[in-house]
């Protein structure tokens, strides 16, 4: 087996996620299969950083940005002499003639109301998602939510198969009793349309909660992943934005703060509201999405993304719950905990390999012949 990883974009936070943590698993499990991982020059360095003590793993510079022209005339170039090529995002150039599999995170390009794009691109959008139907060996959906929507927008899929992603890469050591941990309300989520700031800083500055309760925005540093400016937000004294933290960073601050609000319009997956359980965090998040089949079985209070009464009102009694400290909240804490345990880098792993080697199996079956 010879695999081609495109790991090209987002390397800062989820598809990144995806990138960092299953490739060293899937090398490890099958030591016989050559993984070349795909890189732009700016991530060569952390991609070794990542995979250098993989000896399976090799890392491939290459100068095609992603969702530009030079991908659709001159990426395929790199298919050649790969049984098959992974791409961790579904966008696929229409030209790609080589064996392919492919994970879909969401269907939001084809949401205009959500994500702002030109015609062309939705266009373009639209022709990638019927290529990947029509082509990919296998398709990976990172949701019950994912998987459902693509059937629905764009049609089912040859073989398609749920394979949610995992939580533990972030390190947090003993959870801290909720009592004892800053009055933060954490907020994770690229500066974009859908993820609600608008709603969300209008609820936060109705809610009548004590001086001392503070908002932090945590966000990417990468310009690609923003379409609107956070920094108008951040003149109340008391909220706190900050662009690309470190994982070290980004933990002790899940680890250190009372609640995770998610008020995203659209998600799908949701990897911060799993990573604020996992922290035990108490989690207030919409309904949108994918986030209540993450949160399935835990304790959150889920408010509509549009209802920012009901925002407000959420905010105030979770502050206030915590303030007065009167019901036993650490078990919420601790239940939620035990629930997002469940989603495990190595199981995330173990279904990508099943989806590959589903799709690699008559092509080296041919190769023998």
């Known amino acids: 087996m010879k695999l081609l990883v495109d790991a090209r974009t987002g390397w800062g936070h989820g598809i990144g996620r995806v990138i960092v943590n299953t490739i060293p698993r899937i090398a490890w499990s099958r030591p016989a299969w050559q993984v070349d991982v795909l890189v732009l020059p700016k991530d060569v360095a952390t991609a070794r950083d990542a995979f250098g003590d993989v000896a399976n793993v090799v890392v491939v510079v290459c100068d095609v940005e992603p969702f530009s022209l030079g991908e659709q005339t001159r990426l395929s170039r790199y298919a050649r002499g790969y049984t098959l090529t992974w791409f961790t995002n579904y966008w696929v150039p229409l030209g790609w003639t080589g064996a392919f599999v492919v994970t879909v995170h969401d269907m939001l390009h084809l949401i205009p109301e959500l994500l702002p794009a030109s015609v062309p691109k939705r266009m373009l959008s639209r022709r990638t998602f019927a290529k990947i139907r029509r082509d990919a060996r296998a398709i990976m959906f990172v949701s019950r939510f994912t998987e459902d ?42 500066a974009k349309r ?91 998040s919409s309904n949108a999405g994918a986030m209540v089949e993450v949160a399935e079985g835990s304790f959150v209070q889920f408010v509509n993304g549009t209802d920012q009464l009901g925002w407000t009102r959420a905010i105030e009694s ?28 190595d199981a995330t792993a173990d279904g990508v390999i099943a989806a590959i080697e589903h799709a690699a199996a008559p092509l080296l079956a041919a190769a023998l012949h």
Request: glycine share 8%; aromatic share 6%.
């Open 149 to 190: 929507a693509f059937a629905r927008l764009v049609g089912r899929p040859r073989h398609g198969v749920t394979v949610q992603l995992g939580g533990d890469h972030l390190t947090y050591g003993p959870p801290v009793p909720i009592h004892e941990r800053s009055r933060r309300l954490l907020v994770v989520a690229a």
């Open 194 to 284: 859908h993820k609600n700031f608008d709603l969300l800083f209008a609820a936060w500055q109705a809610a009548r909660i004590p001086p001392h309760w503070t908002l932090t925005v945590i966000s990417p540093s990468s310009m690609m992943r923003s379409s609107i400016d956070l920094d108008t937000m951040g003149q109340d004294a008391r909220v706190d934005i900050q662009r690309g933290v470190s994982n070290e960073a980004l933990a002790a601050l899940y680890a250190d703060s009372a609640v995770l609000l998610m008020p995203s319009l659209y998600e799908g997956f949701g990897l911060p509201l799993l990573e604020g359980m996992l922290a035990g965090a108490l989690c207030v």
């Open 318 to 345: 979770v502050c206030a719950l915590i303030d007065a400290g009167k019901i036993d909240i650490q078990a919420i804490s601790d239940h939620n905990i035990a629930c997002a345990r469940r989603f495990r880098w």
